[in-house]
């Protein structure tokens, strides 16, 4: 052995050692306890992830593919809806154009019922047939007799053509026929007298519904729609699971935009009208200013494929199931023996711990017993020494005044050591729960002023100047005087101890904020760094641990104070910098001070006060 400490294991090395199990073994367990639930883990993800990336993948191609389909259906239906629209516009053109010809070739009576008659097409599609003329008043209605003036200057199909004669079919917006009483279609002709003037129209009131009845004899789904709309935006004919309104106008919708890139296509949108999402195709139809709009419900377009998706959701579900419990047992065997290595690792740093606090222990005891025995021997010596001289016999009557220096020197070494067993028995009674505190109605300015003078020859002999600052209507506080006394003897004593003269000590009581009251001891002593006050905090601990440091004292003082301000519900704040001096402030609630102090002022860090 050469003397020096041997190197101390800690961790898992030492644990392993002291219960005798090979460390590199125990590592190894741990690592493959840990492997195994990682990798049953991994394994279990990894595994689900690739059962419902599967079947995810698979429904989400069938669904792709039916809407695929539901696209082709709408663009075919398209198709089919345009030609019905075409011939049914080209009948109406080509009879309303053979109307023209043989109205204006008469230039007299003109028999309209025989004509009407003879155009078999027209009854079947249209509502109304009328006749107007050069004053745009109707001069004849396939419904009957028109009774009284009936002015339609005012109606689009009418005004269209009062400029000029564009030889073509007029197809006007929705309206409530002023004859008819009913929402139509009016697709009106201009005629012409004989010097080209203009001579009236024959309107053509086409009903709205004829369109939709021919839309819903075709299935389109529940939630299809088939629109008509011109090229100013408005619908001329709806047909889908709710009519819905005519006349709206769309020029604003995805349907413009889309037939701004291309006269026909295919589009997937939330219907403006209903809020349906559908997937529509569109075309101009041809020859006429009219936009044909076919759109299925996607839910629609899905609805058979629903129970599919429903089974092979349930199946996949209980197939992963099946999965998670056979993973779920694996887990709990990696998890037992996982357990096994924690438990055997736990009861290594019991041990472990267990040797380092019987180490601690042994350290702080020995740390207490010399600082006792230097703190206890010093008063004692005294005491036995100056007893010994005035047991000494001597002839000289001048020796008597010594004698009575000497009695009181003993008489304060004897304090001394009281005082050091009260702080060492007092904070005993504190660890175990045992100290109670004897509460009263205390005066502060009375209780800090006993104490400034149990300090004032020392303080005086330092060159220190005592300062306070207690408010005249302080008031009344519901404390153990005892104890409080005790607080403030240890902070002044501290302050006046570590302050070198000349210097000032000083005592202030402020309000605080929240109606409690802080009561400060300032120095302008050495100071402490934040390493110096967390150790100053701990109990029989020194800031200077030699046996010849130049200040005294068991470590007690301020952890006894901490202790009894929390006992009385109060705060203890310790703020310093070396070569600026202390502050140390305890603060007492609300509850503590028998009447509120008048004219509070707010308190800054350390207990001083701001303006």
């Given at each position: ?32 306890a ?6 049953i ?5 990894a ?20 809407l ?30 053979h ?28 509502l109304q ?28 199909h009418?005004r269209?053509?009062?400029e000029?004669?564009?030889g ?24 012409n ?60 919708s ?6 701004a ?11 403006v ?34 129970p ?6 349930a ?17 709990r065997q ?63 009557p ?33 660890e ?13 300015r009375?209780t800090?002023e ?34 409080l ?14 302050t ?50 130049k ?10 104070v ?43 860090a ?6």
């Amino acid at each position: 052995m050469d003397g020096r400490e041997p190197r101390r294991m800690t961790g898992d090395r030492a644990g392993d050692l002291a219960t005798g199990v090979p460390w590199s073994g125990g590592e190894r367990a741990r690592s493959l306890a840990h492997g195994i639930r990682g990798g049953i883990v991994a394994f279990g993800i990894a595994l689900l992830a690739a059962l419902w990336g599967g079947v995810l993948f698979q429904l989400e191609r069938d669904e792709n593919l039916l809407l695929l389909n539901a696209e082709r259906d709408t663009s075919n239906f398209a198709i089919a809806f345009e030609e019905h629209i075409v011939r049914t516009l080209k009948a109406i053109d080509q009879a309303t154009a053979h109307f023209r010809v043989e109205f204006e070739r008469e230039r007299g009576p003109f028999d309209f019922a025989a004509w009407l008659k003879a155009n078999s097409a027209l009854r079947d599609v249209a509502l109304q047939v009328a006749v107007i003329d050069e004053d745009a008043d109707v001069l004849w209605s396939s419904i009957g007799p028109v009774l009284g003036r009936v002015d339609l200057s005012d109606r689009e199909h009418i005004r269209v053509h009062f400029e000029r004669d564009t030889g073509e079919l007029f197809i006007g917006q929705p309206v409530i026929g002023r004859v008819s009483g009913q929402s139509s279609i009016n697709l009106s002709r201009r005629l012409n007298k004989s010097d080209g003037s203009f001579g009236g129209a024959v309107v053509v009131s086409l009903d709205p519904s004829y369109l939709a009845s021919f839309y819903r004899s075709i299935d389109i789904g529940q939630h299809g729609a088939v629109t008509v709309v011109g090229h100013d935006g408005i619908v001329r004919a709806r047909a889908s699971y709710n009519i819905g309104p005519i006349g709206q106008n769309l020029s604003q919708s995805r349907l413009f935009q889309e037939i701004a890139k291309a006269h026909q296509g295919s589009y997937r949108n939330i219907s403006v009208v209903d809020g349906i999402d559908r997937i529509f195709s569109y075309r101009t139809v041809r020859d006429y200013p009219l936009h044909l709009l076919v759109g299925i419900a996607v839910n629609d377009a899905l609805a058979e494929f629903e129970p599919t998706r429903v089974t092979y959701l349930a199946a996949t579900s209980l197939i992963s199931l099946v999965l998670i419990a056979m993973l779920f047992l694996l887990f709990r065997q990696a998890t037992a023996l996982q357990r096994l290595t924690r438990d055997l690792r736990l009861k290594e740093r019991e041990l472990v711990a267990s040797k380092e606090a019987a180490e601690q222990a042994s350290r702080a005891k020995s740390a207490f017993l010399a600082s006792m025995s230097h703190e206890l021997r010093t008063p004692l010596n005294a005491i036995m020494g100056f007893a010994e001289v005035i047991q000494a016999p001597t002839a000289a009557p001048s020796a008597q005044p010594a004698h009575i220096d000497y009695a009181r020197h003993i008489h304060e070494s004897g304090e001394h050591l009281l005082r050091i067993i009260n702080d060492i028995l007092d904070m005993s009674k504190i660890e175990a729960g045992r100290l109670e505190l004897n509460e009263d109605t205390l005066d502060l300015r009375s209780t800090v002023e006993a104490c400034l003078r149990l300090i004032s020859a020392r303080a005086a002999a330092s060159k220190l100047r005592i300062e306070t600052d207690i408010p005249a209507d302080c008031p009344a506080l519901l404390a153990d005087g005892l104890r409080l006394r005790q607080i403030l003897l240890n902070l002044l004593t501290n302050a006046v101890k570590f302050t070198p003269g000349p210097g000032i000590v000083s005592v202030l009581a402020t309000p605080t904020p929240s109606g409690g009251l802080a009561i400060s001891v300032a120095d302008t002593g050495i100071g402490m760094t934040a390493e110096e006050i967390s150790l100053a905090m701990q109990p029989f601990r020194q800031i200077d641990s030699r046996l010849a440091r130049k200040y005294a004292g068991t470590g007690l003082g301020l952890p006894l104070v901490k202790s009894l301000v929390e006992m009385h519900q109060g705060e203890f704040r310790l703020h310093s910098m070396p070569g600026e001096g202390t502050t140390a402030t305890l603060v007492l609630p609300a509850e503590r001070l028998l009447r509120h102090l008048k004219n509070p002022v707010a308190t800054t860090a350390g207990g001083k006060t701001a303006a």
